[in-house]
Structure formats: structure tokens, C-alpha cells
């Protein structure tokens, strides 16, 4: 009879081989880590507000209510053709109207969502979203989109029944196509980050207070929003480059000692840099697209912003690259850029191509870049077959380039765009 011992040890081999022979369990990155850790946080920071899973979606009711009814008043007030001068096709421009539908169902399934848990769903606001052209809307659009992304993903943390966060992602998923495809509309790279940004209920809610007027009695959540946070008159935070010297403005900015640009990817979520009211802060290298700037009064070393720090913002700041520059210059014969366009680099304006009629977003531009005329020596030119369009160089009045042909007259092509 074989003995225990000689029995156990047949038992260990046995058991060795098969774990051997099992995959091994991943391990998390540091990265993930610090993800892991900051979803933690936030689930605590839930707690403190005293969100539970309702809450959270009168939350997401709030900014689907917002979005829905942005794209109502949009489409009805400019007509086709005004987004048909900024280069969009018809079906863009169908795929834009049935972006505002989906929201639409985004608010009935929530409704229905809360109603179920016996709870009154929270009634849309009268809103003030300040566009005042197509331009205008599609700008804001690719924002809003954007911020609707990262106030699901951030609220995901926070909800602990699981049929509950299915729902939130069901919608998340479909918001994410809204971000890519108005992001592709607008001639922007339509995935310029590997991954997405979450923030909190108080963040996202203090990005969307600025177009809420009014709510009706019991439709106010029990969120408040940070100080707001801008840069002056005449500043864009559209296209601003790494490593850029920007001033930011707030009423709460004196206890402010560091900015804080929050995007996805980078450990902890978030870079902190000094900040100083009078000369501002310089924005970070290795930041490109849609990055969140909050002023806070801390910099931890583990890049971790929490709402408790958070003295102004968040403001929605884009931040150029060259490689965003190089997707623009490839897409130089499409409709969009027959309209013209303009490629920002390290702090210089260089207009590549453009009609004697200015678009109002390249104004705007060339207003974030204090230049409010600028003139040009055209010649023109026939590229695709049967579809002309006008390539111009910056030139100083009276200027001509070696070689430079006129195309109508000997004065040179002006520009000229409101002050």
C-alpha cells in the first residue's frame, strides 16, 4: 500500500503540472494600475456627494435632454445649405440630423429607466447654446459629443447595478460614434487619442451649466458646478500647440498654483504644471486633441485630479500636433478644403488654401492668432479635373513672389474678417 507521503507529494506533481500547463493570469500594467486606482477614487467621491445609481441617471438625463435639444434648435435654425458652404455633404449632413434623433431615443430609454426605479426623470431646461452660424454649431457639436463620452465613462465607476451600467454603456458606445463621425465631418482626425477621457458628475455638469438658463422646479441636480474657467478676449483654446505659453482667467484663480490638463492615456489621467495669474502656464508636451484644463490648487506627483483640488474649469482645449497637421495637408482636394483651410503649427498661421470669400470658422482662427486681415497673391489652378480652386501664399502688401502668377488683377487677394 503506497504510503501518504509518497501519495501527496504524486498529488503536488500533479497540481504543479496542471498550473503550468493554465494560462497565466495578465497582469496589470502600471498604467492600468493608476486607472484602477483613480475608478476607486471616483466610486468615493460618489459616496461623498451621495449619488446612488438613480442619481446617476438623472445625470446622464441632464446632458442627454441638452444634446437632444441642441440639434433641434440647430436644424432648425440653419438651413442645409449654410452647412453645405462649409463643405459637407448631403449625407453628412443627414448623418449630423440623425445624431440629434439617437439623443432624442438616448432621453426616452432613460426615462423609462427612472421612471421604473419610481423616481420623476428630471424635465429639459431652457438652454442657451450661442451659436451663430452652421460653422458655429458643428464646432460645438464636436464638444459636446466629446464631453458626453467622458461623462459616461466616468460615471461608469459609480454605478453598482449591473443592468443599470449596461444601459450607460449601451449609450456610451453610440456616443463615441457621434464624437468620431463629427470629429471626421469637420475635417479633424476622427480618433486622435488611444483612449478616452472620463470625468466626474461635477466636472462634466460644470461644462454643461454654461448653456442651462433655467430649470423647472425638480428638474435641478443636486450637483453644482467649479468657477468657470476662459482665456482672454481674443485667445482660441481651438488649436493651441504643445509647449505654448497660454493665460487663463477665472474669479477663483488666486488660489490656483498649478494647471491641470487631464486626457487619456497618460498615467494617473492627468499632467500638472505651475500656474502664475499674471504670465499663466505652458501646456505639456506629448498632448494632442481634446484635453480638459481645470486650475487646481495642488500637483500631485501621481497625476491624480480630484474634485477636492479643483479651484476653476474644466475648459475644453485643443491641442494641436503635426500629425494633425499632416492628416489636414492629405485631405487638400476634398470639398472641404476647395472652401479653405488653414494648418496651425509651433505658434504660426499659415493659410494653404482659400477662396476670396472667407469662411466664418477660418476668421476665427485667424483671430485666435491676433491677425485680423491678412493679404494674398492667388493664382489659380485646375486640380481634380472640372473643380477649380485658388492656392494662396502669405505676402506683404505690395509684395510679389519670385515666379507668382496673377490670376485677375495685380493687387494682391485680402481677407478680411471681422474685429
Known amino acids: 500500500m503506497p504510503s501518504f507521503k509518497k501519495t501527496f507529494g504524486v498529488v503536488v506533481a500533479g497540481l504543479a503540472a496542471l498550473s503550468s500547463a493554465l494560462p497565466s493570469v495578465p497582469k496589470l500594467s502600471k498604467s492600468q494600475m493608476k486607472m484602477y486606482q483613480h475608478a476607486k477614487r471616483q466610486n468615493a467621491a460618489a459616496a461623498a456627494l451621495g449619488l446612488n445609481d438613480v442619481d446617476i441617471l438623472q445625470f446622464a438625463l441632464t446632458l442627454e435632454w441638452l444634446e437632444a435639444t441642441f440639434y433641434q434648435q440647430g436644424f432648425a435654425q440653419f438651413p442645409a445649405t449654410d452647412f453645405q458652404a462649409l463643405g459637407l455633404e448631403q449625407r453628412e449632413i443627414d448623418a449630423l440630423i440623425k445624431i440629434g434623433k439617437t439623443e432624442e431615443e438616448h432621453v426616452i430609454l432613460l426615462q423609462s429607466a427612472i421612471a421604473q426605479a419610481g423616481v420623476q426623470p428630471v424635465q429639459p431646461c431652457t438652454y442657451n447654446f450661442g451659436f451663430t452660424d452652421a460653422a458655429g454649431m458643428v464646432a460645438t457639436a464636436a464638444v459636446l459629443e466629446n464631453v458626453g463620452v467622458s461623462a459616461y465613462l466616468g460615471a461608469a465607476s459609480l454605478i453598482s447595478d449591473t443592468s443599470i451600467l449596461t444601459t450607460a454603456g449601451s449609450i456610451l458606445t453610440i456616443e463615441a460614434r457621434h464624437q468620431t463621425f463629427v470629429r471626421a465631418a469637420s475635417r479633424g482626425i476622427p480618433v486622435p487619442q488611444a483612449f478616452d477621457t472620463p470625468l ?99 500637483g500631485p506627483l501621481n497625476g491624480v485630479l480630484t474634485d477636492d483640488i479643483i479651484v476653476a474649469g474644466p475648459m475644453v482645449m485643443q491641442v494641436s500636433s503635426i500629425g494633425e497637421d499632416q492628416h489636414i495637408e492629405k485631405r487638400q482636394n476634398t470639398r472641404w478644403h ?28 485667424v483671430a485666435s492668432s491676433s491677425r485680423t486681415d491678412i493679404l494674398f497673391s492667388a493664382k489659380r489652378r485646375v486640380s481634380p479635373p472640372d473643380s477649380a480652386w485658388v492656392r494662396a501664399e502669405p505676402v506683404r502688401p505690395g509684395q510679389q513672389r519670385a515666379g507668382q502668377e496673377r490670376s485677375t488683377s495685380d493687387e494682391p487677394t485680402k481677407m478680411s474678417c471681422p474685429t
Request: proline share 8%; aromatic share 8%; with cysteine.
Open 200 to 298: 466626474s458628475p461635477k466636472q462634466v455638469f460644470s461644462l454643461a451649466a454654461p448653456f442651462i438658463q433655467s430649470c423647472p422646479d425638480g428638474s435641478n441636480l443636486i450637483l453644482t458646478a467649479f468657477p468657470t474657467l476662459s482665456m482672454p478676449a481674443g485667445a482660441s483654446a481651438t488649436a493651441v500647440a504643445a509647449g505654448a505659453a497660454v493665460q487663463l482667467q477665472s474669479d477663483a484663480a488666486s488660489t490656483a498654483t498649478h494647471c491641470a490638463f487631464t486626457t487619456g492615456g497618460i498615467p494617473g489621467g492627468t499632467v500638472f504644471v505651475p500656474f502664475d495669474q499674471a504670465a499663466g502656464c505652458v501646456v505639456p508636451q506629448g498632448l494632442a486633441g481634446v484635453t480638459y484644463v481645470n486650475l487646481a490648487s495642488a
Open 338 to 365: 476647395k472652401a479653405g483651410y488653414i494648418r496651425m503649427a509651433l505658434h504660426k498661421v499659415e493659410i494653404q488654401h482659400i477662396t476670396t470669400m472667407t469662411p466664418p470658422w477660418l476668421c476665427n482662427h
